[in-house]
């Protein structure tokens, strides 16, 4: 029996297990066995039954088990079901079913019966359409068999080539990898032209289509791309759907996904004709150019708009194109040009210039010519429009069209335009903007060879916008320069004078300075010239501007290697040897001031400015290059040895201030062994510096102290100086004092603390402190703490004693030891010994101090007079300290309750108002190291540390207002400056308790809120005149006290809103109710309402009065005349504030 008859007789009902034993066998690559080979070679007649047996076959399977039922069979794996038919035996049948008939297809000629075949198709047809998701082997292949169905172009392919395309399209979105499924969407796109676009039954097929937007894979995919431009030619009524729904992705578009899909839109329109074109164009195309010039500039897809329209204009130059841009502008371009709104006129002029020249070259030449002539004189026009927007787009248009258009432009319009630019535009005294885009659009003419000779006449007219106001306007004159150096069209000091460069250097920001370094680089550090040019063109420049020599070297790195920066500094040290050699005389030496120029001998003689400059410019480069000589040890071996050789010699030669400064600074640089005389002479130094020494006095040598890692010495002679200075120390040194051969030096405590508080100010000193470790600074620690005795010593003086040292140097011990304190604590791993220290010094300030701040008796009144404020500073300073440990997060529980504490103790002194504005930083530094928790139980919980803390703070800041208050009455000048005073603490507070929507923090704006109207209503109840009712209308109109805190409160917008909460709150509550009290609510809403803030806020504020308001109308008609003018007047203003 051959294959033919053994395969056709398998393929029946009887023998369903012969049948997939040769299934198996054409799946086995090993074996012989091709089902398409055997079916080939079947005549029609076999082909037929074939297709009929597989017909039965097919009808039984699917009758014992169909496919909805496959998945619970599966799921019921094997126990007692109704059918005796296991699931994956039909599944092999119906995969072995969809071979055959696969291969069927593929041998199918012209002419030959298919019914039966067609009848296997439509059962296979159902089970794909029922099959799950689990079974995707099966899917693809009943799926390959509807897709060559279809292109087979046989019976029903409708129906099946639906099929194949809606599987496929819902394949791309689930696969991870979906490009062979577009491509072969992409194989299957003719379906979509047999489907009806307004059926129902194609709705499913419709959202997925719209779907492939959202995918950027489609869109980067060429067979993805062609498919999403044949979906505009599928129905003329899809056009604005996909319009549609990529106008509402295209915020989340990114700058590559809206290249793609302007391409798409593109190719959509060339490819489209008749009503596909049209409806293209006008919904489309004119549509997001109607975008491009309505929407705002801050608007997400503003830019995205314009970069698919500007993907048009690029195109220009195809008839097809510049055609259809003329016809859809025509009707809205020169509309928006003349718009009353300045955003649309510069929109518009930005796509104009883009577009232009906006013409239909189907027209004759002279109405071409006339239809430009007519687009100049617009742009002309546009340059003096009067809002600066459209002026700075109509500037970037013109350069564009020069760049562009150069060559086909006549000379007089090209002219007259840059001349516009140049002497008009780059001079607009209005707008800074303006004068920017013309020097950044004129890079872009440079880029046109041709407009090189014209602009070498015109720019030096605008040498003087180098000193223009604006930054950013000099920033942009220097890229022109720049760009003009680049492309070589003019020399640049033809267009700005040397002089005026390196004074802007001298003086200028960093961005500028930069860019003018980048210019003038080569001019006065010329790298292939030899090393003498290089000192000689330095020296030209200190010569000219010693502070643009200092600037310019400051970027010498970012231009040349490490290498030619340590060249440069040895080349300087050879100048310097020859000048102490010659006695100054540098007439060797030639000077080089511009490039190309002729060399000319420089006298100095003994010009000690160029001496100091060229000291000054090793410092600058050895600075620069510091980090590289680390990295390369030989060279900086080398280097040290070859300064380290001469600078003892410079010392003594160079003994100028100007040259001494740079000369420490570069001893700095270098270790203490390579410049012995000076390392060994500069603790000497800062010992013999008189107390008052300014800075720059000591503070270099204190740098190259901590650099050359000589950190203790200072410690040991600060801490030696504050120790023999305290009055008992001193005794006992004098006591004990014997001859000594060592060199003496009286104790100078207010140097020392100078060179400590130094020492702290600075990271890269503080640093080299910090390492010294614990037992020096411990020690430091408590010599310091020693001068508290000295602090209670002044406390307790009378005013004739003045007793030494002097009060302020024990001030700044005391401050200095709370700082080393708190670095200390915060360099701690671990414990809290630093914090225990500042917190026996709050007790010592309680217990010593805050004595003093009490009320005094007639017989000390005068001794009070100096005790008093004196204890007031001493107590400020201490909280200052705590501020800044509770800023930088160190303070824990314990410690923010005994400063609490503390401050709670202070503002019941008698004098404790004058520490005000140091409490209210404290409270504010608390409050800010807790975070609003979302569980609102915890912070209800009374025993919670955090709501014991806060309301705490909450009690401390309710005192601050009472004693502010209490001193405006007894004190009202007095008084005014201390509220004033107050004022940076009191915002700071409010800023950070506006956060709180929960108590204890959240009564604090209650707090301010009732001082406020209690102050209001005193003053109305004062009136006795009807000329004295006047509404405030701003708070300097107001109270003192109420003029302060509202001041504060309407500084920020999210204060202000929690305050007018506040005020709503209490309204609603009615803890406000009589008319004083709500007219003092209604003139602070007027103040508020003035400022123009928290509108929503204020209309619920003023309508909560206003239903209060009402309950007095009655009572006020009967009552005295006061008293209704009052009446009137609130009325007045409630309507005011709520327009009525």
């Known amino acids: 029996?051959?294959?033919?008859?053994?395969?056709?007789?398998?393929?029946?009902?009887?023998?369903?297990?012969?049948?997939?034993?040769?299934?198996?066998?054409?799946?086995?690559?090993?074996?012989?066995?091709?089902?398409?080979?055997?079916?080939?070679?079947?005549?029609?007649?076999?082909?037929?039954?074939?297709?009929?047996?597989?017909?039965?076959?097919?009808?039984?399977?699917?009758?014992?088990?169909?496919?909805?039922?496959?998945?619970?069979?599966?799921?019921?794996?094997?126990?007692?079901?109704?059918?005796?038919?296991?699931?994956?035996?039909?599944?092999?049948?119906?995969?072995?079913?969809?071979?055959?008939?696969?291969?069927?297809?593929?041998?199918?000629?012209?002419?030959?019966?298919?019914?039966?075949?067609?009848?296997?198709?439509?059962?296979?047809?159902?089970?794909?359409?029922?099959?799950?998701?689990?079974?995707?082997?099966?899917?693809?292949?009943?799926?390959?068999?509807?897709?060559?169905?279809?292109?087979?172009?046989?019976?029903?392919?409708?129906?099946?080539?639906?099929?194949?395309?809606?599987?496929?399209?819902?394949?791309?979105?689930?696969?991870?990898?979906?490009?062979?499924?577009?491509?072969?969407?992409?194989?299957?796109?003719?379906?979509?032209?047999?489907?009806?676009?307004?059926?129902?039954?194609?709705?499913?097929?419709?959202?997925?289509?719209?779907?492939?937007?959202?995918?950027?894979?489609?869109?980067?995919?060429?067979?993805?791309?062609?498919?999403?431009?044949?979906?505009?030619?599928?129905?003329?009524?899809?056009?604005?759907v996909i319009h549609g729904t990529i106008k509402n992705q295209l915020e989340f578009y990114n700058k590559t996904v809206t290249t793609h899909i302007t391409e798409i839109y593109f190719r959509a329109w060339k490819k489209a004709s008749g009503d596909f074109l049209e409806q293209i164009e006008i919904l489309c195309i004119q549509d997001f150019m109607q975008c491009a010039i309505l929407l705002h500039r801050a608007s997400p897809v503003h830019g995205k708009v314009r970069q698919i329209v500007s993907y048009f204009h690029t195109r220009k130059g195809c008839n097809k194109v510049d055609v259809m841009l003329h016809n859809l502008y025509k009707p809205i371009l020169w509309k928006a040009l003349n718009a009353p709104n300045f955003e649309v006129r510069a929109n518009a002029t930005l796509l104009f210039t883009e577009a232009f020249p906006v013409h239909n070259p189907d027209r004759t030449h002279e109405h071409i010519d006339d239809t430009i002539q007519r687009q100049l004189d617009t742009i002309m026009a546009l340059l003096e429009d009067p809002h600066p927007a459209v002026r700075s787009n109509a500037t970037l248009g013109v350069c564009k069209i020069l760049a562009k258009c150069w060559e086909v432009l006549p000379p007089t319009i090209i002219t007259d335009f840059l001349k516009k630019l140049v002497n008009e535009m780059s001079a607009d005294a209005s707008s800074p903007d303006v004068r920017c885009s013309v020097f950044k659009c004129l890079t872009i003419v440079l880029d046109n060879g041709l407009s090189h000779p014209l602009l070498e006449k015109l720019l030096p007219t605008l040498k003087y916008s180098l000193h223009d106001s604006s930054e950013k306007v000099r920033t942009a004159f220097l890229d022109m320069l720049l760009k003009v150096k680049a492309v070589r069209a003019a020399k640049f000091w033809d267009v700005s004078n040397m002089d005026h460069l390196l004074a802007r250097l001298a003086i200028d920001s960093q961005s500028v300075s930069k860019r003018i370094v980048d210019l003038l680089f080569k001019s006065f550090f010329p790298v292939n010239e030899t090393e003498r040019e290089w000192c000689c063109r330095c020296v030209t420049l200190i010569q000219m501007n010693p502070m643009a020599a200092r600037r310019f070297y400051q970027h010498a790195y970012r231009h040349t290697a490490p290498t030619n920066i340590i060249k440069m500094m040895l080349a300087i040290r050879r100048v310097l040897n020859s000048c102490i050699q010659s006695d100054f005389d540098m007439t060797e030496i030639d000077d080089s001031i511009k490039e190309n120029s002729a060399a000319a001998p420089v006298v100095l003689g003994k010009d000690m400015a160029v001496v100091s400059g060229l000291l000054e410019v090793v410092v600058i480069l050895w600075r620069s290059v510091e980090k590289a000589l680390k990295l390369n040890k030989e060279a900086q071996k080398y280097t040290f040895a070859k300064f380290g050789n001469v600078m003892s010699k410079y010392f003594q030669t160079f003994e100028d201030e100007r040259c001494t400064v740079p000369l420490v600074q570069l001893a700095s640089f270098m270790p203490p062994a390579a410049v012995p005389t000076f390392s060994c002479s500069v603790l000497s130094r800062l010992k013999r510096l008189e107390p008052g020494a300014v800075p720059a006095q000591y503070s270099q040598l204190l740098d190259c102290m901590c650099s050359w890692g000589q950190t203790a010495d200072i410690l040991e002679l600060v801490t030696e100086w504050l120790t023999e200075a305290l009055p008992k120390q001193r005794e006992k040194a004098n006591a004990s004092r014997k001859v000594r051969i060592q060199e003496t030096v009286e104790a100078k405590p207010d140097l020392?603390?100078?060179?400590?508080?130094?020492?702290?100010?600075?990271?890269?000193?503080?640093?080299?402190?910090?390492?010294?470790?614990?037992?020096?600074?411990?020690?430091?620690?408590?010599?310091?703490?020693?001068?508290?005795?000295?602090?209670?010593?002044?406390?307790?003086?009378?005013?004739?004693?003045?007793?030494?040292?002097?009060?302020?140097?024990?001030?700044?011990?005391?401050?200095?030891?709370?700082?080393?304190?708190?670095?200390?604590?915060?360099?701690?791993?671990?414990?809290?010994?630093?914090?225990?220290?500042?917190?026996?010094?709050?007790?010592?300030?309680?217990?010593?101090?805050?004595?003093?701040?009490?009320?005094?008796t007639n017989n000390d009144e005068e001794d009070s007079e100096k005790s008093q404020p004196l204890a007031a500073q001493i107590t400020?300073?201490?909280?200052?300290?705590?501020?800044?440990?509770?800023?930088?997060?160190?303070?824990?529980?314990?410690?923010?309750?005994?400063?609490?504490?503390?401050?709670?103790?202070?503002?019941?002194?008698?004098?404790?108002?004058?520490?005000?504005?140091?409490?209210?930083?404290?409270?504010?530094?608390?409050?800010?190291?807790?975070?609003?928790?979302?569980?609102?139980?915890?912070?209800?919980?009374q025993e919670d540390p955090t709501t014991v803390i806060l309301g705490v703070v909450a009690n401390i800041f309710q005192k601050v207002i009472e004693l502010l208050a209490r001193r405006l009455r007894k004190e009202p000048e007095e008084g005014k400056q201390l509220c004033q005073s107050a004022v940076p603490g009191l915002t700071d507070f409010l800023q950070v308790a506006q956060t709180w929507d929960t108590a204890p923090l959240s009564g604090v704006f209650s707090t301010v809120f009732a001082v406020i109207i209690v102050e209001m209503r005193h003053l109305i109840q004062k009136i006795?005149?009807?000329?004295?009712?006047?509404?405030?209308?701003?708070?300097?109109?107001?109270?003192?006290?109420?003029?302060?805190?509202?001041?504060?409160?309407?500084?920020?917008?999210?204060?202000?809103r929690v305050f007018l909460t506040e005020v709503s709150s209490s309204l609603e509550s009615?803890?406000?109710?009589?008319?004083?009290?709500?007219?003092?609510?209604?003139?602070?809403?007027?103040?508020?309402?003035?400022?123009?803030?928290?509108?929503?806020?204020?209309?619920?504020?003023?309508?909560?009065?206003?239903?209060?308001?009402?309950?007095?109308a009655v009572t006020s008609s009967d009552s005295e005349d006061i008293q209704r003018i009052i009446f009137e007047s609130s009325v007045k203003t409630l309507n005011e504030i709520l327009d009525l």
């Open 1 to 240: 029996m051959s294959k033919r008859d053994a395969f056709l007789e398998a393929a029946g009902e009887e023998s369903v297990e012969r049948f997939l034993q040769f299934i198996q066998l054409h799946k086995d690559k090993a074996e012989p066995f091709d089902v398409e080979e055997v079916v080939q070679e079947m005549s029609r007649d076999q082909r037929e039954a074939l297709w009929g047996r597989l017909d039965s076959l097919l009808q039984r399977f699917l009758q014992e088990l169909p496919p909805e039922r496959w998945e619970e069979g599966r799921e019921e794996g094997g126990g007692e079901v109704e059918s005796a038919v296991d699931p994956k035996h039909v599944m092999a049948v119906v995969d072995g079913v969809a071979l055959v008939a696969s291969a069927s297809l593929k041998v199918l000629q012209d002419g030959d019966t298919y019914r039966a075949l067609l009848k296997v198709a439509h059962k296979l047809h159902t089970v794909l359409a029922s099959l799950p998701i689990s079974e995707a082997p099966l899917q693809l292949h009943i799926h390959t068999f509807c897709e060559a169905w279809w292109k087979k172009g046989l019976k029903k392919r409708e129906q099946f080539g639906r099929t194949a395309f809606l599987i496929s399209l819902q394949k791309s979105f689930i696969l991870k990898k979906p490009v062979v499924e577009i491509q072969r969407l992409w194989s299957l796109h003719d379906v979509l032209l047999s489907l009806d676009y307004t059926s129902e039954d194609n709705k499913q097929i419709v959202d997925l289509l719209l779907q492939c937007f959202h995918r950027p894979i489609y869109m980067r995919n060429d067979d993805g791309k062609r498919f999403l431009v044949f979906l505009f030619s599928w129905n003329v009524n899809f056009i604005w």
């Open 1024 to 1056: 006795t005149h009807p000329e004295e009712v006047i509404t405030p209308e701003s708070v300097e109109d107001m109270p003192p006290l109420s003029s302060i805190l509202l001041s504060v409160i309407l500084k920020s917008s999210p204060v202000s």
């Open 876 to 941: 400020e300073s201490f909280l200052t300290v705590c501020r800044d440990v509770l800023l930088v997060g160190l303070g824990d529980e314990e410690f923010k309750g005994q400063i609490l504490h503390l401050c709670s103790l202070v503002l019941v002194s008698e004098a404790g108002f004058l520490c005000i504005p140091a409490v209210l930083p404290i409270l504010k530094e608390v409050a800010a190291s807790y975070v609003p928790d979302d569980n609102k139980q915890d912070q209800e919980n």
């Open 752 to 856: 020392a603390l100078v060179y400590l508080e130094y020492l702290f100010s600075h990271t890269s000193t503080r640093q080299e402190v910090m390492r010294l470790g614990q037992k020096p600074l411990n020690q430091l620690l408590t010599v310091l703490g020693n001068w508290k005795s000295v602090l209670h010593t002044h406390l307790s003086s009378t005013a004739d004693d003045q007793p030494k040292p002097s009060l302020e140097t024990a001030l700044k011990a005391f401050l200095l030891q709370g700082r080393l304190g708190a670095h200390l604590q915060h360099d701690a791993s671990e414990g809290r010994d630093y914090l225990l220290s500042l917190q026996h010094t709050a007790a010592w300030v309680a217990e010593r101090v805050l004595p003093f701040l009490a009320n005094s």
């Open 1070 to 1112: 009615e803890a406000i109710s009589n008319l004083y009290e709500l007219t003092a609510v209604l003139h602070v809403l007027s103040v508020i309402k003035h400022t123009g803030q928290s509108k929503a806020g204020l209309k619920s504020a003023a309508t909560s009065v206003q239903q209060q308001l009402h309950k007095h």
